[in-house]
């Protein structure tokens, strides 16, 4: 883990481009980034790219890499399908469940945009990754992904107990591992659903967050607000900007009354009387941040919340001069290189030793 930013000098040095990037950036061509047109315009452009995503992910499969496909039901009018990445190869060793969100601003996507990181997660840890889908806004507001990728979670848990299991192998064991995490929405519906999910059984092990948005803008804790310079300082970040990230939440929009709308006030929902200090009960939270990400500083904050005041155990990873989810556009860079391995070696604090 690099030195955290702290002071404001420090924070606001992360958004400054990294040259790498940089180079690779204006050979794209890419403008800033922007919703391209209407969000369902551009749900139906997204969701047009399935089949030759699968086709290409079907043909870089590694050979000791097996993947199939489920639909878990969610309520009478909904399934989530469902792909579960293992190891083809038989063993008893014991296998953590990971539960990988895709992200897509609560909007767009599909499952398949977290099988790269599910593969490296099989052939590192032996895991077993589970990747469903949920329904998206503007038809299905907040909080219906959360509580779709809950029933989810709450079906994988329930089934982990199972000796006759259909959708998990024999060796997967949330003992070893139990963990939920994912991109950009992907991240903050995991954690919410971490906290929605403090009192199951067996109990989530860890979280996996990355690049997530976590803080509503207006309710920022006092304490914090001088370090709260993202969305102004990477208001115009490459792939991702702040009019992009506003334009989602938008749509995303839904019941503000919920107690799901605010980190903070699940934790009061949940444990009456202690406030902010629910965020105790949850389990180790590995967070990636991207320095040019109008986001960013969501993650510093929540992070240094939950490590400082509430005694989570952490990991934090910060990519300097690149923009939200980078990786995803621009795999040959070193940091897209780095962001891998640290993924790898960042879940492990969120895996039980035997």
């Not at 043909?59 to 469902?82: L, M």
């Not at 389990?283 to 990636?288: A, E």
């Not at 490590?307 to 155990?313: D, I, K, L, S, T």
């Not at 990519?319 to 962001?339: E, I, K, Q, S």
């Amino acid at each position: 883990m690099d030195e955290l930013p702290w002071t404001v000098e420090q924070i606001l040095a992360t958004g400054i481009m990294d040259s790498e990037f940089e180079t690779a950036w204006k050979a794209n061509g890419s403008p800033p980034g922007h919703i391209p047109s209407d969000i369902p315009t551009f749900q139906k452009t997204v969701q047009a790219t399935l089949p030759s995503a699968q086709r290409m992910l079907a043909a870089s499969r590694p050979t000791n890499i097996v993947e199939r496909e489920y639909n878990i039901p969610v309520d009478d009018t909904f399934s989530s399908r469902t792909i579960v990445c293992q190891s083809a190869l038989s063993n008893t060793i014991p296998s953590p469940i990971v539960i990988l969100i895709h992200g897509g601003g609560h909007c767009v996507g599909y499952p398949e945009m977290e099988l790269t990181t599910a593969r490296e997660l099989v052939l590192a840890h032996n895991a077993t990754c589970i990747l469903p889908s949920y329904r998206l806004a503007p038809d299905y507001p907040f909080p219906t992904d959360v509580n779709d990728i809950f029933a989810v979670v709450q079906y994988i848990a329930c089934k982990a107990a199972e000796k006759d299991r259909v959708i998990l192998p024999a060796n997967a064991d949330p003992k070893k591992g139990f963990i939920i995490g994912g991109l950009s929405a992907g991240a903050a519906i995991s954690n919410k659903v971490a906290q929605l999910a403090r009192d199951l059984e067996p109990p989530l092990t860890g979280q996996f967050l990355a690049c997530g948005i976590y803080i509503d803008p207006g309710s920022v804790p006092d304490q914090y607000k001088e370090l709260y310079l993202s969305m102004e300082q990477n208001k115009y970040a490459p792939i991702f900007d702040t009019a992009s990230l506003k334009q989602y939440m938008n749509a995303y929009n839904g019941d503000k009354s919920s107690p799901l709308s605010n980190p903070f006030s699940i934790s009061q929902q949940s444990h009456p009387n202690v406030g902010v200090t629910g965020h105790k009960f949850l389990p180790p939270v590995y967070f990636q941040v991207a320095g040019m990400d109008p986001a960013r500083d969501d993650s510093l904050i929540y992070e240094r919340i939950l490590r400082e005041e509430c005694g989570v155990p952490t990991r934090i990873d910060t990519y300097c001069g690149v923009p939200h989810g980078f990786w995803t556009m621009y795999p040959d860079l070193a940091a897209t290189r780095r962001r891998m391995r640290d993924t790898v070696d960042g879940i492990d604090i969120t895996l039980q030793k035997y």
